[in-house]
T-cell receptor
Framework: GAVVSQHPSRVICKSGTSVKIECRSL??????MFWYRQFPKQSLMLMAT?????????EQGVEKDKFLINHASLTLSTLTVTSAHPEDSSFYIC????????????FGPGTRLTVL | QKEVEQNSGPLSVPEGAIASLNCTYS??????FFWYRQYSGKSPELIMF????GDKEDGRFTAQLNKASQYVSLLIRDSQPSDSATYLC?????????????FGTGTRLKVLA
């Protein structure tokens, strides 16, 4: 499977600040990456699809001006939570989609965001 | 209406028994089906995927797919306490030229030593 890293693994910030999360594909070039959010005891909710060199595609209900996604290279996508508030506290997980006939995706280790 | 449904559990089985996890989906256009395991506080890890009707075996795991019934299951043989986790079912559908993944809410499995 693909190897994916995320940084930071855990972040605590004050309300109103912005937080950047990095997602790196370590062993192949990923044209497509996904960003998910998971609240406690809930399933993964797709936030957006990140496409290298183009604008991200956001899911309904996800504010694109609040969750800024940049996929500037084939190995790096970033998610910036702008003006974070306590309700943004969640587990943010990225995944990569290697080229495969079956389209299995592989997840990064996740970033736990806590907004005070 | 949820697109992917799973029983939230917990499903408790004794060590060494077979654990059976079930998932139903609503979109007949679903093309591939995935089972992920997620330990508490960790991200999901892929166990296996299946895309054609029938059974697919990988070690202690067997995935079963029935597209007519829109049903996919995961069997875990010789269950171990280390298998205790939440199991997520996911389906892959093609919409507007891009693949989209829909996850179920997961079934929590407890393997009792």
């Amino acid at each position: 499977g693909a190897v994916v890293s995320q940084h930071p693994s855990r972040v605590i910030c004050k309300s109103g600040t912005s937080v950047k999360i990095e997602c790196r594909s370590l062993d192949f070039q990923a044209t497509t990456m996904f960003w998910y959010r998971q609240f406690p005891k809930q399933s993964l909710m797709l936030m957006a699809t990140s496409n290298e060199g183009s604008k991200a595609t956001y899911e309904q209900g996800v504010e694109k001006d609040k969750f800024l996604i940049n996929h500037a290279s084939l190995t790096l996508s970033t998610l910036t939570v702008t003006s974070a508030h306590p309700e943004d506290s969640s587990f943010y997980i990225c995944s990569v989609l290697p080229w495969s006939a079956y389209n299995e995706q592989f997840f990064g280790p996740g970033t736990r965001l806590t907004v005070l | 209406q949820k697109e992917v449904e799973q029983n939230s559990g917990p499903l408790s089985v004794p060590e060494g028994a077979i654990a059976s996890l079930n998932c139903t989906y609503s979109d007949r256009g679903s093309q591939s089906f995935f089972w992920y395991r997620q330990y508490s506080g960790k991200s999901p890890e892929l166990i296996m995927f299946i895309y054609s009707n029938g059974d697919k075996e990988d070690g202690r795991f067997t995935a079963q797919l029935n597209k007519a019934s829109q049903y996919v299951s995961l069997l875990i043989r010789d269950s171990q306490p280390s298998d205790s986790a939440t199991y997520l079912c996911a389906v892959n559908i093609l919409t507007s030229g891009t693949y989209k993944y829909i996850f179920g809410t997961g079934t929590r499995l407890k393997v009792l030593a």
